[in-house]
């Protein structure tokens, strides 16, 4: 059991570029999900994959925003245009199929939009 | 899924103390989990107690749960420096749809 990863660990930008970053979760896990943090505040709920259908979307995830998971393995998250706004920890998570939703989590991608 | 609210927002304590943070929740759910996570790092899962249960042990860890009163605390015995971090509750109802996760408790063990 390696973990989830998540590369890359630290990403800055110029406003207006897009950014991507990649999510491998624990290799028998089917779900995955991805969370935002900003200083000082608690993981806020982006988006939730169960294998390679993307079941759930928050509204925080504006159109500037694109995740996927082909095969049902990694995922990727894209930020297109970036802002300023943008700038916080991306956290990546990934769980099992069974009824107690035990999260594991990577160590997140921190994104500066300079 | 809903969101817990920690309480309080930020502690310090010796070390060597014991530290209890709450959480309190506003529906029924299926259980409710505590993380914590250590500065500039993802959360890591602690505990996990079932809506059917009032009180669980982890080593050093003491969480109860009061369905009566949707709240819940964590108890961190004889504290250590590494036990430094931000901790953060999610009550869930169960089903996939991810944790929802409040500012958490911030905790700050002075050596």
């Known amino acids: 059991d390696t973990g989830v990863s998540q590369d890359p660990r630290h990403k800055i930008t110029k406003r207006g570029q897009n950014v991507t970053f990649r999510c491998d979760p624990i290799?028998?896990?089917?779900?995955l999900y991805w969370y935002r943090q900003t200083l000082g505040q608690g993981p806020e709920f982006l988006t939730y994959f169960q294998n390679e259908a993307q079941l759930e979307k928050s509204r925080l995830l504006s159109d500037r925003f694109s995740a996927e998971r082909p095969k049902g393995s990694f995922s990727t998250l894209e930020i297109q245009r970036t802002e300023q706004g943008d700038s916080a920890m991306y956290l990546c998570a990934s769980s099992a199929f069974r009824a107690d939703e035990k999260l594991f989590f990577g160590s997140g991608t921190q994104l500066s939009v300079l | 899924s809903q969101q817990g609210e920690e309480d309080p927002q930020a502690l310090s304590i010796q070390e060597g103390e014991n530290a209890t943070m709450n959480c309190s929740y506003k529906t029924s759910i299926n259980n409710l989990q505590w993380y914590r996570q250590n500065s500039g790092r993802g959360l890591v899962h602690l505990i996990l107690?079932?809506?059917?249960?009032r009180e669980k042990h982890s080593g050093r860890l003491r969480v109860t749960l009061d369905t009566s009163k949707k709240s819940s605390s964590l108890l961190i015995t004889a504290s250590r420096a590494a036990d430094t971090a931000s901790y953060f509750c999610a009550p869930t109802r169960g089903g996939a749809d991810g944790l929802t996760f409040g500012k958490g408790t911030h905790l700050i063990i002075q050596p």
């Open positions: 290799s028998e896990h089917n779900r």
């Open positions: 107690i079932r809506s059917n249960e």
